[in-house]
């Protein structure tokens, strides 16, 4: 099992450290916590990581065959999806502790080309995806993740919130009263049993005594069963059966981009957010080359792929505990077992237990603390907006992908035009040619910074007309970001000379007396 943790610098046989060793997560930092070699030698931790893994994998289940019918396909295809990816990541090196599997997001996009082609070439696209993931990984496409702002995570997570929220409403509605009673049992079983232990998650407590409640009480309730025939077999490694032709290219092409770039964002954002769980730090690039891998994976096995799965992954994590890449392979191989060995017994467990797992999963997720009166007087309006932004578009179109690019682009703007106000021109007449002060020369200095927002209002910044003929134009406390800055300079240069007057441009630190040597001139309209 790879792992990021090197093996931590604890001794075994010191009698302290062999205490630790006994004493589930005692004397351990959030990234010894994250080591596979370490939890295989503590049996607390182990326990957690299977029972988490158990917890997942029944998660798993319903809302894979749920995928399924969103893209089209037979239900055991989001399964064996589900338990591929996981089981394929757990190995490749991703997140530890973050699941894995078919989601909405990725059935959304390649549901088109299953409608239109079929199904092999949905396996084709699925492994162009991954081979395209592995290449933005090797480009370094992940490292953009550090300009997403702080206000776009936190609008994501409380979208995500709402649409796992939202993503259970189906199930709570013409059901039969006594699904809403199983309900408000399992959430508060979730709630409460953590009060009287730890040991076991209080999720898989909560399912497995709401299905032990049906199954005596026979409740004619809605079961995982309903939901779709689980496979009887284990899947095989298969070839797509396409022309290996440049027109089935052209076909597959925008679906496996389409989904390689939802994928990737959706897995990496997911990263970032467990990240901040469990207080430890992760590759971006290497979660890149793992989802890429499991993808084409995933592929050959004839499967619909996926990405990263944030809610199952915060069911891991925050709810169970969960902190290493054994509870991603233990939901994976979990998964497989239920649904092949024992659907039968899975088949009965109902809807209304795992309902319950993720109406609390949604709870825990989303940040209430930004909402807050006091928080939201203390935040700038900017950031409010933009998380506000954040959250609009991910509700309104069930796409977190689009969602985080329509929140980045207004923290752009936003900032943009905040910035583009800090820059200030102060005028000062100086003495003459002649040496004594009578106005022959005039000075601006120009103070922050100059790009394309801010340097679009210098030019109307100077009195052209009034000015005498020699006009210094200071920028010691400035510098130029970009091209539109040197061609707002080139136009200020050229109104003056078309009224006789010199003007000299003082002040360039050495990046942008480059620039305007490179640039100067070339700027205008036919140049």
Not at 453 to 464: G, P, V
Request: glycine share 10%.
């Amino acid at each position: 099992m790879p792992d990021d943790v090197p093996a931590p610098p604890l001794l075994p046989h010191h009698p302290e450290v062999a205490q630790n060793l006994s004493l589930g997560h005692g004397g351990a930092t959030p990234e010894q916590r994250q080591s596979v070699w370490l939890t295989l030698r503590r049996p607390g931790w182990l326990k957690t990581e299977v029972l988490s893994g158990l917890v997942v994998g029944l998660a798993l289940i319903p809302e894979a065959i749920a995928f399924s019918l969103i893209a089209g396909v037979d239900p055991a295809v989001g399964l064996f999806a589900a338990a591929i990816m996981a089981i394929s990541i757990s190995f490749l090196g991703g997140r530890p502790a973050m699941i894995s599997a078919a989601t909405a997001a990725t059935a959304l996009v390649i549901a088109p080309v299953v409608a239109s082609h079929g199904v092999e070439y949905l396996f084709a696209t699925v492994i162009l995806a991954g081979v395209l993931q592995v290449a933005m990984g090797l480009l370094g496409i992940a490292k953009l993740m550090r300009f997403i702002p702080r206000s776009v995570m936190t609008g994501f997570v409380n979208a995500l919130a709402i649409l796992m929220f939202m993503s259970q409403l189906p199930d709570l509605m013409d059901v039969p009263w006594l699904v809403y009673v199983l309900v408000a049992l399992g959430l508060a079983l979730i709630f409460l049993f953590p009060l009287l232990t730890k040991a076991v998650p209080a999720s898989l407590v909560s399912i497995v005594v709401v299905t032990g409640l049906v199954i005596a009480t026979q409740m004619a309730v809605p079961t995982v069963g309903d939901k779709g025939e689980l496979p009887q077999a284990l899947p095989v490694l298969v070839l797509p059966q396409v022309p290996f032709t440049l027109e089935t290219l052209q076909v597959i092409a925008p679906y496996a981009f389409a989904m390689a770039v939802v994928g990737l964002m959706e897995s990496l954002m997911t990263a970032k957010l467990v990240d901040d769980v469990t207080d430890t730090g992760s590759s971006k690039t290497r979660e890149s080359l793992g989802q890429g891998g499991a993808n084409i994976i995933s592929g050959f096995f004839g499967t619909m792929g996926g990405c990263a799965m944030i809610g199952q992954t915060m069911i891991n994590t925050k709810a169970n505990g969960a902190r290493t890449r054994l509870s991603t392979l233990a939901a994976g191989v979990m998964l497989l077992v239920l649904s092949v060995l024992l659907g039968e017994l899975v088949g009965m467990v109902p809807m209304a237990a795992l309902v319950a797992v993720m109406v609390y999963v949604s709870w825990a997720t989303f940040d209430w603390h930004s909402i807050r009166p006091a928080t939201l007087r203390a935040m700038p309006l900017s950031e409010t907006l933009v998380m506000l932004v954040t959250v609009a578009g991910t509700v309104a179109t069930g796409n977190l992908a689009v969602g985080v690019g329509l929140g980045v682009l207004a923290a752009m703007v936003l900032f943009a035009r905040r910035v583009a106000h800090f820059v200030t021109v102060r005028r000062t007449v100086g003495p003459g040619d002649n040496g004594h002060d009578d106005g022959g020369t005039v000075t601006y200095t120009v103070d922050g910074e100059l790009f394309w927002a801010s340097s679009n209002d210098l030019y109307t910044q100077f009195d052209y007309l009034a000015d005498p003929d020699h006009v210094v134009i200071d920028l010691t406390r400035s510098h130029l970001w970009d091209a539109s800055t040197v061609a707002s300079l080139d136009a200020i240069t050229e109104k003056y000379e078309r009224y006789g007057k010199t003007v000299d441009v003082v002040g360039l630190n050495e990046a942008s007396t480059a620039m305007r040597a490179r640039l100067k001139g070339k700027l205008a309209p036919g140049e």
